[in-house]
């Protein structure tokens, strides 16, 4: 858990994975700037898209990767580049809800990592609603519900494991060892299509 006395808000690095995300990573990237202005970082790590996804993003991050495609990988590449102790792990199809840095700073008060809620844009609502009921009962997450830690957390578990599928569910398992996450109510909106 982090001392809410050294926690900044702005101070949070969000690591966001992308393979052939042309249609969707602009628009989220440009909400996101608001928050880079505030201090916030961005960090893109593209997996070898053969779309505009890295050309899309060198304007509106400030970090643009490329990582052979594999989503663990790629969000622990971009962990390491980050410069924040703060990480928060975002599918390029998804947005934060208003306050998210203050929500999370928050959160990693009294947690070492958790989530955020999800509503899905192209599914029916108890589809989400299974998703959030399951997560807070399992202490299990999904990528679309917008992980995030302190960097001591990740580090703690080696992060994600590189190897697909269900790299975000493996990577609650692990963070479970440590502690159970900070289940937020705000929800993300999420396309959902992976």
Known sequence: MADTATLNPAHLSIVIPVLN?????????????PLRRRGAELVVVDGESTDRSAALALPLADTVMTAPPGRGAQMNLGASAAGFDTLLFLRADTRLPDGAPERIQQALSTHRWGRFDVSLTHRPGVIAALINARSRLTGVAT???AMFMTRAAFAAVGGFPERPPREDIAMSRQLKKQGRPACLKARVTSAGHR
């Not at 995300?21 to 700037?33: H, V």
């Open 21 to 33: 995300e042309a249609a969707t990573l602009a628009a989220t990237l440009e909400g996101l700037q």
């Open 143 to 145: 990528g679309a519900q």
